[in-house]
């Protein structure tokens, strides 16, 4: 958060819009040159942290069942397995972050350390971005495994070999494209107030514009386009071949895939494009305070919006296929059986996890190398 030029005549500043600031001095149209954003901070501290908690407790209970079910029920054999799984561990990574947040909200500052702050905004950059970035992956595999099903058995099976350099490609990718928010953000005082925040501050000699943008632009190049176009180019291919094959269950596969798509959308659409304005807002002087209030009301929303995506994953990519069903169903069983084993015989446990162990030997063997746990 900077200030920008003065009014020559006024001596006004316009400060830009930021979470935990109070209040916003901009070039008026009106009588009041104070334009007070205290109804949406209200707003911020009673939203913000319950959805954020919530976002937390759902998104780590569905993407830590991904993590167990591959650990000790299924093994990944495809290309699409491997960015589940990977795509679980960022989301675990991302919504660990939020608790901070949602206190840094609720109290209207950042009340932890500035290498915390680093640490913070760094691991919630990173794993965003690589869990988009999957979500392309994703994209890519299915389109190969499904479009171009005559050529992908020798392609996905050499890819899978190199699974761990392509998986290790997006993190690295994503830790640079994040790099920057590790360099600037900071925790520092607000102008003419005590409280702390956790944002990005730019040194005057070093064009804070031109690093907002670059910054805003990555952001949205790599968390929001290049998913966005690999998804509309490779499932509208699928859905073409899904509509010309045979199959008794194309429809529901063909159902599966707009899902996927609208939910994207609808989750990443809004924010993005608030981005985008926040982008072609910048330097400008001529903001009236009733639009960076409906622009603060607007980005608690759609943040909020955007996060209840890592939510929405595992059910998408992993839980609505069969296969996923029935090992979280065999999580279920052994974790009842875990939990009556000292009311009981263990028998009955040893028993069911043996049937457990018959069960995805069986499977590991009928499944071939070209399947995936994606319901497609």
Request: charged share 15%.
């Amino acid at each position: 958060m900077g200030e920008e030029s003065a009014n020559s005549n006024n001596s006004i500043y316009f400060v830009e819009y930021s979470d935990s600031v109070s209040t916003v001095y901009y070039t008026p149209d009106e009588d009041d040159l104070l334009c007070s954003m205290e109804d949406v901070r209200q707003f911020s501290r009673k939203f913000v942290p319950i959805a954020y908690s919530l976002i937390c407790v759902f998104g780590l209970l569905g993407n830590i069942l991904v993590v167990i079910t591959f650990a000790f029920y299924k093994k990944a054999k495809s290309m699409t397995d491997v960015y589940l799984l990977n795509m679980a561990i960022a989301d675990i990574l991302f919504v660990l972050t939020l608790p901070f947040w949602a206190v840094s909200h609720a109290t209207g500052e950042w009340t932890f350390s500035n290498a915390l702050c680093k640490l913070m905004k760094g691991i919630y950059a990173v794993n965003f971005n690589c869990g988009m970035l999957l979500l392309a992956c994703i994209s890519m595999d299915r389109y190969i495994a499904i479009v171009q099903a005559t050529k992908s058995f020798w392609f996905r099976s050499r890819t899978l070999a190199h699974s761990r350099i392509i998986c290790l490609a997006v993190w690295v990718l994503s830790l640079i494209i994040s790099s920057p928010t590790f360099v600037f953000n900071q925790k520092y005082n607000i102008q003419g107030s005590v409280a702390h925040v956790c944002e990005p501050r730019y040194n005057r000699d070093s064009d804070p514009i031109m690093w907002k943008l670059l910054v805003l632009g990555l952001q949205l190049l790599f968390g929001f386009f290049i998913p966005l176009v690999f998804m509309v180019f490779c499932y509208t291919f699928i859905v073409k071949t899904l509509v010309q094959a045979q199959n008794s269950k194309r429809h529901r596969a063909i159902r599966v895939v707009i899902a996927v798509v609208l939910v994207f959308l609808a989750c990443q659409i809004p924010h993005n494009i608030l981005l985008l304005m926040t982008a072609a807002n910048l330097g400008k002087m001529d903001r009236s305070c009733r639009s960076e209030k409906l622009m603060g009301y607007t980005k608690n929303v759609t943040e909020v919006l955007a996060f209840l995506h890592c939510c929405l994953n595992p059910v998408l990519y992993a839980f609505i296929g069969q296969r996923f069903r029935n090992y979280f169903l065999k999580i279920m069983k052994d974790m009842w059986c875990v939990r009556r084993k000292h009311k009981a015989l263990s028998f009955p446990c040893a028993r069911l996890n043996s049937e457990a162990f018959v069960s995805r030997q069986t499977s590991e063997i009928v499944d071939n190398d070209n399947a995936s746990s994606f319901t497609m």
